[in-house]
């Protein structure tokens, strides 16, 4: 059964998008025993469990409440989701539970306060609103070729900046409305229903709109406000939004990510991340290949080398791909391109690199048991990665934080 979207999970939050989603404990202290082992107990020898190099949200690797169990602030995250985009000084957080993006000048530590924020008019403001300089759930950033573009997922649109905001201005662009006072979803070419993820590659514009289930695509990176899309994946044409499999469909996308010449789309709901080989052209384009089924026609949630639970962002360096296992509380890490469906993973973060057999959340020591505190080789529900410069960025987002790795 496909799993409910991101939207309607919210819904049943209700307004509770502060608290996480996993409590933890903060730790007082930063020992060097807990940020190798966590708190549930001691780690065996045999353990191989990859550690981060960089926290952000977080004083430490041990923390994991949202908005370090404070007040918003600069600081502090509440249930990040996409992933981070940086062009390798300039850096940009989706913020989710608070409404806003934090922006930095440079890639910021866990002591590095936000430069600036978009969707609020302060640091300690965190209510959703629409309008021009207003934010409702944003759920991913993307950086290209100096534009900065933001999934307005609660807005039921997608922003772009042409160049590179400073402070809270309006974008220049909006997509998914005819102007930047309006929210209202729809499902013809023009319009958007919660769309999670947005980016540009080889100068064509790439949504996933999740509540539609499919992935809209521009041929030319929009100037106007409310143009429609040129190109509709997982969906037959513009006027379906219904959830659908096979090789042509799609339930609940999420993270995308595109070169200009290939596509990778989590496909959240069916528990795989779909290739396209070439970027279509045509609507409702069958995949190349699958990954995270053996098929076409198999959408169970598995963990395993090759099974995936409900992923939520793929990255790519051009050769390898990260996906962000988020039911599996783990990302795996592809060294090649499929060339066949059925890919095996050949590396693992926030589990055991030895074992693709386990699963808990923020388990150190590998017991099967959730431990106290996150640590600095666990995960809760990562939703999001991105690749820069031979580092991974991990959106953690029970544990409220972004985690950086070697890549």
């Known amino acids: 059964m496909p799993l409910p979207s991101l939207r309607l999970l919210d819904r049943r939050r209700a307004s509770s998008y502060l608290r996480p989603l996993l409590s933890v404990v903060p730790a007082l202290l930063l020992g060097a025993t807990l940020a190798a082992c966590g708190g549930g107990g001691s780690s065996s020898d045999d353990l191989d469990l990859i550690s981060a190099t960089n926290v952000i949200g977080q004083a430490d690797y041990v923390s994991g409440s949202a908005n370090r169990a404070t007040s918003v602030s600069a600081l502090g ?24 993006v934090l922006g930095y000048a440079s890639v910021p530590g866990p002591t590095t306060p936000a430069l600036f924020v978009l969707g ?13 300089t207003r934010l409702a759930l944003p759920a991913s950033v993307s950086l290209v070729d100096g534009r900065l573009i933001v999934a307005d997922a609660g807005n039921n649109r997608v922003l772009i900046w042409n160049s590179l905001p400073v402070g809270n ?7 998914g409305q005819l102007d930047l006072n309006s929210d209202d979803p729809g499902t013809a070419a023009d319009k958007l229903s919660f769309p ?30 409310g143009t429609p899309a040129d190109v509709v994946l997982g969906q037959t044409d513009f006027t379906g939004s219904g959830a659908r499999d096979e090789e042509d469909g799609l339930t609940t996308p999420a993270g995308i990510w595109s070169d200009g010449f290939r596509l990778l789309v989590a496909d959240s709901g069916n528990n795989r991340v779909m290739l396209w080989t070439q970027l279509p052209r045509t609507s409702g384009a069958d995949a190349s290949f699958v990954i995270g089924q053996s098929d076409f026609s198999r959408i169970t949630a598995g963990v395993g080398q090759g099974a995936l639970r409900t992923p939520s962002g793929v990255a790519s360096d051009g050769t390898r ?13 592809f060294d090649a391109f499929p060339i066949a469906s059925a890919a095996l993973a050949t590396d693992i973060y926030g589990q055991d690199r030895d074992h693709f057999t386990n699963r808990t959340p923020n388990d150190d020591n590998q017991d099967a048991v959730t431990d106290s505190t996150p640590s600095v080789r666990t995960l809760s529900s990562p939703t999001g990665v991105s690749v820069f410069a031979n580092t991974l960025y991990v959106v953690d987002r029970n544990n409220h934080r972004v985690l950086a790795f070697p890549g």
């Not at 962000?324 to 990302?331: E, L, Y």
């Open 196 to 225: 999670v993820a947005a980016t540009i590659a080889n100068n064509r514009l790439i949504v996933s709109d999740q509540d539609n289930n499919r992935v809209l695509i521009w041929n030319t990176v929009p100037t106007a406000n």
């Open 77 to 100: 995250l509440a249930q990040p989701l996409g992933g981070i985009a940086t062009d390798g000084t300039n850096f940009f957080i989706a913020d989710y539970g608070n409404h806003r």
């Open 120 to 132: 609020q008019d302060s640091f300690t403001a965190n209510l959703p609103g629409t309008g021009p």
């Open 321 to 333: 791909i990260w996906i962000a296992d988020s039911g599996n509380n783990r990302v795996l890490e």
């Open 169 to 175: 201005v309006a974008p220049d662009v909006v997509i």
